[in-house]
């Protein structure tokens, strides 16, 4: 996944550029307006986080020009501004979601995962996989029916290897995604929590495949 971050605070902007790639994700630093439009004529991005307070360019006119090029990347507006008019502002624009400064890290993380599971689902906000039915924002599963109550790192594995079913997660994104969202992770941590969810799902035909060196792979059957 490709995020681009447009932020003229070259502190931030790299430093939410490196907590992207600590989660996992490829980030690209544009700071400021000219720069922004150049990489999204150019690149190919899943999601922007963008600033409205830019040096040479308002935010919102660089969104409008998004939408008016019929482009549905998503967007996350970011910015100093405060008060319901500017919010509304921002999403009659064509924003996807707002988050004021200053904001905790945590925050813009969950919001970035959101809106990337919501354009890879399109309306469909579950995942199905076989008997498997996973809702990333109710953090709902069930198998066969069942609820399954999981442990929140439990849900965050199996999330990353149901949304990329049929394709290898590496161990490497795996504890980069639980490190994001938690604390430090043991060095065995990763296969600790595949090996939890290889009991509770083998019941239910469904397998999280070790490729050694390489990842895991969830498969039905």
Known sequence: MNVLVVEDDKLLGSGLVRALEQAGYAAEHAPDGAWARAALEGGDHDLVILDLGLPDADGLDILRGLRRRRLSIPVLVLTARDGVEHRVAALDAGADDYLEKPFDLRELEARVRALLRRSQMGFDEEIRLGTLTLNPFTREVR???????????????????????????????????????????GDNAVEVYVHRLRRRLGDHGLRIRTLRGVGYLVETG
């Open 143 to 185: 198998c066969d029916g069942t609820l399954l109550d999981l442990p929140v790192r439990e849900f965050e594995v199996l999330e990353m290897l149901a949304m990329n079913a049929n394709k290898v997660v590496t161990k490497a994104r795996i504890a980069q995604r639980l490190t994001a969202s938690n604390d430090d992770i």
